[in-house]
């Protein structure tokens, strides 16, 4: 406890007193007025409007496999995977394996990226690890 003036003051109102008045309301908002999400979006270079596109992305990773592996896609393939894509966001799939011919693709669904991608005949005993969902096409 401790003397205020002639009062006597608990920890406990000290305390809330103290609390009250360094209390202040935390913005998520920076000083330009911009979200979190928002700078994350210019740095990537991801807007909404490239996010609701709908047509799928392919990341480093996923880029540098196509490339390690000498996979092509044709038109076609792109195509189908992006067929794929749709069907399993209509599915609520967030992490997908969709199958095009004779290729395999991990697809993030929310982002319309491919994670990565092979040959189905590289996939060791055919074991896909976190998807929670598969489309064939």
Known sequence: MKLNGNQIVSNLQLS???LNQKTKKVSNLT??????????????????????????????HAANRLSDRNIALTDNQVERLNEGMKKAEAKGIQESLVLVDQLAFIVNVPNSTVVTAMDQTETDENVFTNIDGAVII
């Not at 999400?37 to 740095?43: C, F, N, T, Y």
């Open 16 to 18: 809330n007193e103290y």
């Open 31 to 60: 000083a330009e007025g911009l979200s979190f999400q928002d700078i994350l979006q210019q740095k990537t270079g991801q807007t909404a409007q490239s996010q609701s596109t709908g047509e799928v992305k392919f990341s480093k």
